[in-house]
């Protein structure tokens, strides 16, 4: 059985992580601990990745996994912060690989004392660990280092490839109350969400798995989740996308993002030595027809 793990430059001074298995490929950028690629064998790419994603330190990837951390969105009280915080256009640090009967392992890591001390001057570590098998499972786990108590929020801000936004719904939400941020405004969700315009969502107080019905793919994209108990879906539609430079004009049509988030004030409180994982499961089921 063929079992592959190796280093690629995927530009010069941009290492990614290959991984083969028998069950999927995959390949994780060091810059922001990325999964850019997840493809289990004989499917369609589960995770979407822009064909005009730019790859260089200080650049979030657009597309595949990034990880917003250690807050999600804007900073709660300084707007010159970054978005998304600051984890996902530095680079981590590989901490190991593992090679198991039935999946492989990679756990990278991401320590504070790289930034600096304004952006956050509490010791706070990321450990991020990437099993990719049968279901792909992403584990974030946040130590508060430091001798006085942080807040944590973020999210693994998922781009997943779908055949045509037009032809998917999420299931999963239903009863769930949202804030929407493209109207300010607060609702509750009712049935299975669906596309027709600019969408950007945080579901609140939910723990549910959402399932992505990929209809056009012939398929199911199963959404488990734990440590998460908000819900981000967003898609931005044709004028936002045309403002994003690193997303191809007709590129929404191809992707939706359902991300496992911390994004209001469900954010964790960490006491010095604490600890908090956030993670996700995705599991692909073609039986859809
Ligand atoms: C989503 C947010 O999670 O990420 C959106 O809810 C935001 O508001 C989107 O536009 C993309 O953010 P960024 O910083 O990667 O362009």
Not at 96 to 118: G, I, P
Request: with cysteine; net charge negative.
């Amino acid at each position: 059985i063929p079992h592959e793990l190796w280093f690629e430059e995927l530009t010069p001074g941009y290492p990614v992580i290959k991984v083969s298995n028998r069950h999927a490929k995959a390949t994780i950028a060091l810059l922001g601990a990325t999964l850019i690629e997840y493809t289990p064998t004989g499917s369609q790419p589960v995770i979407f990745t822009s064909s005009e994603a730019v790859f260089q330190e200080g650049k979030a990837i657009r597309g595949g996994i990034p990880v917003c951390w250690p807050w999600f969105g804007p900073h709660p009280t300084d707007s010159s912060k970054p978005n998304h915080g600051f984890a996902r256009d530095r680079f981590w640090e590989l901490k190991s690989t593992t090679k198991h009967e039935d999946y492989t392992e990679v756990t990278l890591e991401f320590d504070t004392r790289q930034v600096a001390n304004e952006l956050w001057p509490q010791h706070t570590t990321a450990e991020i660990t990437f099993k990719i098998g049968q279901a792909l499972d992403v584990q974030l786990t946040s130590c508060n280092r430091s001798d006085s108590s942080i807040t944590i929020g973020g999210a693994l801000h998922t781009y997943f490839d779908i055949a045509h936004i037009s032809d998917v719904s999420v299931i999963g939400l239903d009863g769930v109350t949202f804030a929407d941020k493209v109207t300010n405004k607060h609702g509750s969700q009712s049935g299975a969400l669906t596309f027709t315009q600019e969408t950007d969502l945080v579901f609140e107080k939910t723990m549910a798995t959402t399932t992505i019905e990929d209809r056009g793919n012939s398929r199911q994209i199963h959404v488990a989740k734990n440590g998460s108990r908000s819900t981000v879906v967003w898609n931005p539609w044709i004028e936002k996308s045309a403002g994003m430079g690193d997303l191809g004009n007709e590129d929404y049509l191809g992707f939706v993002c359902v991300e496992t988030a911390n994004a209001f004030d469900d954010v964790y409180t960490l006491e010095p030595g604490a600890i908090h994982t956030l993670g996700t499961t995705i599991t692909v089921n073609t039986s859809l027809s």
